[in-house]
């Protein structure tokens, strides 16, 4: 039984603009706990956010590489972990940006899993959690975002 995390937040800036802010890897060191970021594996075209790319943050302590499995252009990134120190299972994840009114509506969702029993069983505190992480996630990029454009 795996779990779906989901936040939402409008953000008052061109969905452009969102969209490459949460896309870059570089935008992920403005925010609190990501002490590093890097490309691993460039995309077939060479760019860090394309469909194959193979990216590193490192989070106090904890490493996590996400690799990019889908992508719209101002529309949405999909991603799985591929490597992280948690003893969940990643089935991917998805950042969709839709414009609205002034500005763009976006939607995280992430899905996890276990087979070890005991954590299978938490898995809805855990997600109940990472609701949480996301949306805090969210308000956080809008803070870098605003901090950019102004």
């Known amino acids: 039984m795996s779990v779906t995390s989901r936040a939402t ?3 008052p800036f061109s969905t452009a603009r969102v969209f490459d802010a949460m896309t870059d890897p570089s935008t992920y060191e403005k925010l609190p706990l990501v002490d590093q970021t890097s490309v691993v594996l ?3 075209d060479g ?3 394309g469909i194959g790319a193979i990216r590193e943050l490192h989070i106090k302590g904890m490493v996590i590489q996400e690799q990019i499995t889908g992508l719209e252009i101002n529309q949405r990134m999909d991603y799985l972990f591929i490597l992280w120190p948690l003893p969940l299972i990643n089935l ?4 969709i940006f839709t414009p609205y009114k002034q500005g763009t509506f976006v939607e995280w969702v992430s899905t996890i899993d276990s087979n070890q029993p005991l954590i ?3 898995l809805p505190l855990i997600k109940l959690q990472s609701d949480l992480g996301l949306k805090f996630m969210l308000y956080q990029f809008k803070r870098i975002i605003a901090a950019q454009v102004s």
């Open 9 to 11: 937040l409008y953000m």
């Open 42 to 44: 460039a995309a077939p």
């Open 47 to 49: 760019s860090s956010n």
């Open 92 to 95: 991917g994840g998805s950042m």
């Open 120 to 122: 299978k069983k938490a």
